[in-house]
């Protein structure tokens, strides 16, 4: 078998079969098969695309590329969770205790953030204490004791799918469906979960930016988990807006607690509560969508979720009192407003520009050896809708400089308002089973 014959069938629009994708991808991470040819072939799956088997072979030719976490020592469902990243993304923190709380284990290996998207592992970290690297066993432990651990990803898992975005990154082949479906799901693959929920964003602060191509991605990835033996569901919801009122990561796990008090940004509730619910039917506690939901609402109104939420703090040795004293979370030294420089409706907010500037005061990485300042970022006192004054403050900067012009500019920026209300946002746009 050679690389180059491969790269001639893919390129003719052929279809691999298993045993040669997994040469490819076996070939590609031990170094035998160089940059050179992969990015031909990648090219080709660009131009030509991928039947669904050639996707869930090479989605478990990458997962199999390092290793496959073993969680048969943790009773239950594993069900897993992922979005494909926006501003203000806070679910994860939400959903991890509520679905815990229901008895079903959560455990959730998760990255960090790169660009303007904050990574969930950043976020805990602002909690004084809290560790986000454990042993095996001290992670089982915790999810047979608690219900809900959250860890950082293994560095060997799916290293393939490391080597293979580098490449794709720098050879215009990143936005390919079938390259980003078996991506996504090789790590969680290789995670071990039994089954998975997937929150496909599509807008402004999305890379996925209409619901066509969202759905694309989604089927594709639920295709995958079908055929992998892994039951899945992909929800498609809104990121034309930040999610929720906070960006940052002192910010976001405030407001993370606030909606697992009940008493949280509405729209932020309703995706969590979604999500949570799609989790809990995976993880066979409920006959229907509709029973889940009642279900998870009632958890998080008779404070089990923030209980939850608390032991999960201290089993990973942080401090369960920011729960009740969230002054206790990294907080900013200043503290600038700003203004509509007109009457009228926030008619748009490009999620995207929001998330740039939250990066630039510290709460983001552009680069991956950039340090995170924990208590920077924005609160959003204005959305999408929502009527504002001349002169009135539609976003709160926390920050640690007291420069901010710049910031203030791009918040300026991706604020748009018009005299006419807009429409009312719409959260979930699709679910595919």
């Given at each position: 078998m050679r690389m180059v014959d491969l790269i001639h069938k893919k390129r003719s629009g052929e279809v691999?079969?298993?045993q040669e994708i997994t040469y490819i991808i076996s070939g590609y991470t031990r170094g035998d098969i160089p940059d050179y040819q992969m990015s031909a072939l990648l090219m080709a799956i660009f131009f030509n695309g991928m039947t669904s088997e050639e996707i869930s072979a090479l989605t478990l030719a990458m997962a199999g590329s390092g290793e496959m976490i073993d969680l048969s020592e943790i009773a239950g469902i594993k069900v897993d969770k992922h979005s494909t990243g926006g501003v203000g993304d806070k679910?994860?923190?939400?959903?991890?205790?509520?679905?815990?709380?229901?008895?079903i284990p959560v455990a959730k290996m998760s990255g960090r953030g790169l660009g303007h998207t904050g990574g969930t592992v950043d976020k805990l970290e602002s909690i004084p204490g809290f560790q986000i690297e454990l042993s095996k066993e001290d992670f089982i432990h915790a999810v047979n004791t608690n219900k809900i651990a959250i860890v950082g990803q293994s560095g060997n898992l799916a290293p393939a799918d490391k080597k293979m975005y580098a490449l794709r990154d720098v050879t215009a082949t990143v936005d390919s469906i079938p390259l980003i479906a078996s991506s996504i799901?090789?790590?969680?693959?290789a995670s071990g979960a039994d089954a998975i929920v997937l929150d496909v964003k599509i807008g402004s602060g999305a890379f996925m930016k209409t619901v066509d191509d969202a759905r694309a991605l989604a089927r594709t990835m639920v295709d995958i988990g079908t055929q992998l033996k892994r039951n899945t569901i992909a929800m498609i919801t809104d990121m034309e807006q930040p999610l929720g009122r906070e960006i940052g990561n002192a910010n976001e796990i405030r407001e993370s607690i606030e909606v697992l008090r009940g008493t949280g940004d509405k729209e932020l509730t309703?995706?969590?509560?979604?999500?949570a619910a799609y989790m809990s039917l995976l993880g066979k506690v409920f006959e229907s969508f509709e029973e889940a939901q009642v279900a998870v609402r009632d958890i998080v109104l008779n404070g089990k979720a923030l209980e939850t939420f608390k032991r999960f703090i201290a089993s990973q040795g942080g401090d369960p009192n920011v729960v009740d004293q969230p002054e206790l979370l990294p907080t900013a030294a200043y503290h600038f407003e700003v203004l509509a420089e007109k009457d009228g409706f926030i008619n748009q907010i490009n999620a995207e520009q929001i998330g740039i500037a939250a990066m630039l005061l510290g709460a983001g990485r552009a680069k991956k050896e950039d340090q995170i300042d924990y208590a920077v970022g924005l609160t959003l006192n204005k959305k999408i809708?929502?009527?504002?004054?001349v002169g009135e403050s539609i976003c709160t900067i926390h920050a640690n400089q007291q420069d901010v012009k710049a910031v203030e500019t791009m918040i300026q920026g991706a604020y748009r308002i018009e005299n006419s209300k807009p429409a009312p946002v719409q959260l979930i746009y699709d679910v595919i089973v």
């Open positions: 691999l079969s298993e679910i994860s923190l939400i959903v991890g205790p509520i679905v815990a709380s229901l008895g799901m090789s790590k969680k693959i309703e995706v969590a509560i979604s999500v809708g929502d009527e504002v004054q």
